[in-house]
């Protein structure tokens, strides 16, 4: 995936199943009550550190230009959950 990215292409990693089946725990790995991951982190903690990693091992001879979502899908409700004043968004 993160080749992908660096080539220019978008990526989406996606959670998905029943409530409780581990979803939170995967993307983000052990949370202590204040969402600080104390160990073992998940994907997302992961693919985030490679990726910094990779730009700056390549920046010398690239420019580069990060942008990320992060939306849940819950009860068919999509929110912004790095911007709160968004509301429902509409999938088009």
Do not use: W
């Not at 998905?16 to 790995?29: E, L, N, V």
């Amino acid at each position: 995936m993160l080749d992908n990215i660096l080539s220019g292409y978008n990526a989406t990693i996606f959670a998905y199943g029943m409530t409780g089946a581990g979803k939170t725990y995967t993307m983000f790995g052990n949370m202590n009550s204040y969402g600080v991951v104390e160990d073992q982190p998940g994907l997302v903690m992961f693919i985030v550190k490679d990726l910094f990693r990779r730009v700056e091992g390549l920046k010398k001879n690239y420019g580069f230009e990060l942008s990320f979502s992060y939306l849940e899908i819950y009860n068919e409700q999509v929110r912004d959950l790095l911007n709160e004043n968004t509301g429902n968004l509409m999938i088009l």
